[in-house]
């Protein structure tokens, strides 16, 4: 209902617009030409100011509005460079924005069509051509130098003691894989990728590394104030890894795996009480369209101490074990017998 209102209130202003407009050109044939020109440069001269005014208002208005409202404090060490970056560059654009509007809308008012004066020709300068050139050119050169600086700590080596988690991006949902107590992924092959024999990534089970790689669906964990190195990979089409609280964001495509790694610096507890918000969770979502249910491949990650993660981790079994009940040492040999699926098999249970 409020948006009809809207759309009418917004329809009945063009037209009166329309309506004036088209009377003040009546008007205009009755009192000469020249006398409606030189008023409906004076009214337009008057509204380019008002123009300003009210738009630098509206700028102010909207980012008291906004402000702190959209994200808070970053959550990880590389998300504090991000911050700064984008607030550096905000400083510059919004001084050059000032200044520019300022001097367009001043100059468009002050230097309208007057008696008193007569026009000045001044077609061309070359020092101005220069110093508008050089200025935004040293200028954004050393913006995104800045950029590239962090864009490669960012996806180049994580440190070494970083923990390692694969995600992988699908069609609608997010699967991550720890690499257990070896600390090393075991290889995969796409044509392995079998959910239904419990081989959801596709792991190579002759592999040994494969061995105690922990396979979750939706929820990552993560240790606070410890590197975390992501191997980002997609099994359809392309998605991406956005993690907002971060600052992070990177492309899942299939066949080529990515990388980033950052710290978190607080833990999901430690969030709830900064954000004053009790049902705080850190998100990741897919900030790249891939088909109807884009919208619902949001997941969630849970930072907590490395004892937490631990015994979580610990809690879980081995993909391998759940995909080779037959090799798991702690299921009974009989029970076995009954439930041992063949490899590339389907299971019905
Ligand atoms: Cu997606």
Redesign the pocket.
């Known amino acids: 209902m409020q948006t009809f209102f809207i759309v009418a209130i917004l329809a009945l202003g063009f037209l009166i617009t329309f309506q004036i407009a088209k009377a003040s050109e009546y008007v205009a044939v009755l009192r000469g030409y020249e006398r409606s020109r030189k008023q409906t440069n004076k009214i337009n001269g008057f509204m380019l100011l008002a123009f300003l005014i009210i738009g630098l208002i509206g700028v102010y208005y909207c980012n008291e509005k906004l402000k702190g409202k959209i994200l808070g404090e970053p959550a990880s060490d590389h998300g504090v460079l991000v911050d700064r970056m984008l607030y550096v560059t905000l400083a510059i654009t919004f001084l050059v924005f000032i200044i520019t509007q300022v001097a367009l809308f001043w100059f468009s008012y002050k230097y309208q069509e007057s008696d008193k004066r007569k026009a000045f020709y001044f077609p061309h300068n070359n020092k101005l051509e220069l110093i508008w050139t050089v200025i935004p050119a040293i200028t954004l050169t050393i913006l995104v130098g800045f950029g590239i600086f962090y864009w490669f700590k960012i996806t180049g080596d994580a440190p070494d003691d970083a923990m390692q988690v694969e995600v992988v991006?699908?069609?609608?949902g997010w699967e991550f894989r720890y690499p257990g107590k070896d600390g090393v992924l075991g290889k995969k092959y796409f044509k392995n990728v079998n959910p239904a024999a419990n081989n959801p990534v596709g792991q190579i089970w002759d592999d040994r590394y494969n061995h105690d790689d922990v396979f979750v669906e939706q929820e990552m964990h993560l240790v606070v104030n410890k590197p975390v190195k992501l191997v980002i990979g997609?099994k359809d089409?392309?998605?991406?890894v956005g993690l907002a609280h971060f600052r992070m964001k990177m492309d899942?495509v299939p066949g080529t795996p990515t990388t980033m790694w950052f710290t978190p610096k607080y833990t999901t507890k430690q969030m709830k009480e900064k954000t004053g918000n009790p049902d705080f969770v850190y998100e990741i979502s897919?900030?790249?369209?891939?088909?109807k249910?884009?919208w619902s491949?949001r997941g969630t990650i849970v930072v907590e101490t490395q004892e937490e993660f631990d015994a979580w981790l610990a809690s879980k079994k081995p993909q391998y074990y759940v995909a080779n009940p037959d090799k798991d040492p702690s299921v009974k040999k009989d029970s076995v017998i009954a439930s041992a699926p063949v490899t590339g098999a389907v299971i019905n249970r």
Request: charged share 15%.
């Open positions: 991006g699908k069609q609608f997609a089409v392309i998605h991406d899942a897919c900030d790249q369209m891939c088909g249910g884009h491949m």
